[in-house]
T-cell receptor
């Protein structure tokens, strides 16, 4: 069965603090992809990153970084020096052959509020 | 490219009414999807299509129908609207290659009263 758990429902940080959003996934498949999407207050879904199950290298993109650890089935997302514009709901999602439709299986999201 | 477009942006329906949510993509993607997002929840798959003329059910298909007569368009039909269908609906598309990122439309906020 597919499952994505984002245990942190809401997080508040003060601007310039670092923050890590947790994502734990479950799948029986050996080939899968993990994603992070951002949903700002305007409501659209913005793609942030895709990572396949064979690539455990961490990735950094500006203030964003991602830590993928297969041993703990986690794909955590860190924002360094947070800014007010980072305030949004962040979704972790899983795609594997088990889903059949090539659809994304989403976690429930983490609402991040960055306080100026 | 406009990407994925959805109309309308907002709609209020009375119980028992019907409506069609429109979705169009101009990226020549074969895969298209309809998701719904309930408050405080992630997105759940309603229906999907792997190409023109081919559709299949997702996780929560009851109360909905779809069709895919062209590569570009993937409308979602609600028959006999119910309050449980109050949600935000997202259409998405994806290239043929497997497990690629999906591109989402801006969403349609539907309220059934």
């Amino acid at each position: 069965a597919q499952k994505v758990t984002q245990a942190q429902t809401e997080i508040s940080v003060v601007e310039k603090e670092d923050v890590t959003l947790d994502c734990v996934y479950e799948t029986r498949d050996t080939t899968y992809y993990l994603f992070w999407y951002k949903q700002p207050p305007s409501g659209e879904l913005v793609f942030l990153i895709r990572r396949n199950s064979f690539d455990e290298q961490n990735e950094i993109s500006g203030r964003y970084s991602w830590n993928f650890q297969k041993s703990t089935s986690s794909f955590n997302f860190t924002i360094t020096a947070s800014q007010v514009v980072d305030s949004a709901v962040y979704f972790c999602a899983l795609n594997s052959r088990q889903t059949g439709a090539n659809n994304l299986f989403f976690g429930t999201g983490t609402r991040l509020t960055v306080i100026p | 490219n406009a990407g994925v477009t959805q109309t309308p942006k907002f709609r209020i329906l009375k119980i028992g009414q019907s409506m069609t949510l429109q979705c169009t993509q101009d990226m020549n993607h074969n895969y298209m999807y309809w998701y719904r997002q309930d408050p405080g929840m992630g997105l759940k798959l309603i229906y999907y299509s792997v190409g023109a003329g081919i559709t299949d059910k997702g996780e929560v298909p009851n109360g909905y129908n779809v069709s895919r007569s062209t590569t570009e368009d993937f409308p979602l039909r609600l028959e006999l609207a119910a309050p449980s269908q109050t949600s935000v609906y997202f259409c998405a598309s994806c290239p043929l290659a497997g497990m690629r990122e999906q591109y989402f439309g801006p969403g349609t906020r539907l309220t059934v009263t």
